[in-house]
């Protein structure tokens, strides 16, 4: 069964706008990891937050996470047309990661 | 981090037949474990290979089904047995050491006719 929660389950937006997307989940977990996976290729890890650290950053990346409401945020600023991809978030509650629905973002250009 | 890779990259296979997938980690890993993502879907954990002793299954998948092998730290295979076109999928090995980042092999595309 999926963990977490994704919204919105699409995103569009001009190249140059910031996107963000959010992950709800259900129970404790150890860390929350983002992954972008490109047209039904490999999943490419983004970034990692455990559950002591409330805000991450990585580039254009900036990851939120609020163990209270159970929920995170990653944000892309700047996005370009390359960022167009699938974004999953997976929490690790028990050793084993958990995959959210995902959200497609399209970024024209 | 760990570079993993798959072995055969894509298959079409017939019905009631079995495929073998390899997944080979460049370095130790604690944990190994294969997901299936079906088309359009998010992934789905099917199980976690352990190191010289059975997978551990999650629900809605089986053993006879879904034969997974760890004989070192570093090599796993799942095989995918007497398959039906239900089971065409990408199929994705996976591993991490402890609680750290947890990364992906490049997957197996499997279509099933």
């Known amino acids: 069964s999926q963990q977490g929660e994704e919204d919105p389950q699409a995103l569009s937006i001009q190249e140059g706008e910031n996107a963000t997307m959010n992950c709800s989940y259900k129970?404790?977990?150890?860390?929350l990891q983002w992954y972008r996976q490109n047209s039904g290729r490999g999943l490419v890890h983004l970034i990692l937050?455990?559950?002591?650290?409330r805000e991450k950053h990585s580039g254009r990346l900036r990851v939120t996470l609020d163990t209270s409401k159970k929920s995170s945020s990653l944000l892309i600023t700047a996005s370009r047309a390359a960022d167009t991809a699938s974004y999953f978030c997976?929490?690790?509650?028990?050793?084993?990661?958990?995959f959210g629905q995902g959200t497609e973002l399209s970024v024209k250009p | 981090s760990a570079v993993i890779s798959q072995k055969p990259s894509r298959d079409i296979c017939q019905r009631g037949t079995s495929l073998t997938i390899q997944c080979q980690v460049d370095?130790?890993?604690?944990?190994m474990f294969w997901y299936r993502q079906q088309p359009g879907q998010s992934l789905t954990l099917i199980a976690t290979?352990?190191?010289?002793?059975?997978?551990?299954?999650e629900s809605g998948f089986v053993i006879d089904k879904f034969p997974i092998s760890r004989p070192n730290l570093t090599f796993s295979t799942l095989t995918v047995s007497n398959m039906s076109p239900e089971d065409s999928s990408i199929y994705l090995c996976?591993?991490?050491?402890?609680?750290?980042?947890?990364?992906f092999g490049p997957g197996t595309r499997l279509t099933v006719l």
């Open positions: 996976s591993a991490k050491r402890d609680y750290n980042e947890q990364f």
């Open positions: 129970t404790s977990i150890n860390n």
């Open positions: 937050i455990r559950s002591n650290e």
């Open positions: 997976a929490t690790d509650a028990r050793g084993k990661l958990i």
């Open positions: 370095s130790q890993v604690t944990m």
């Open positions: 290979a352990n190191q010289g002793s059975e997978a551990t299954y």
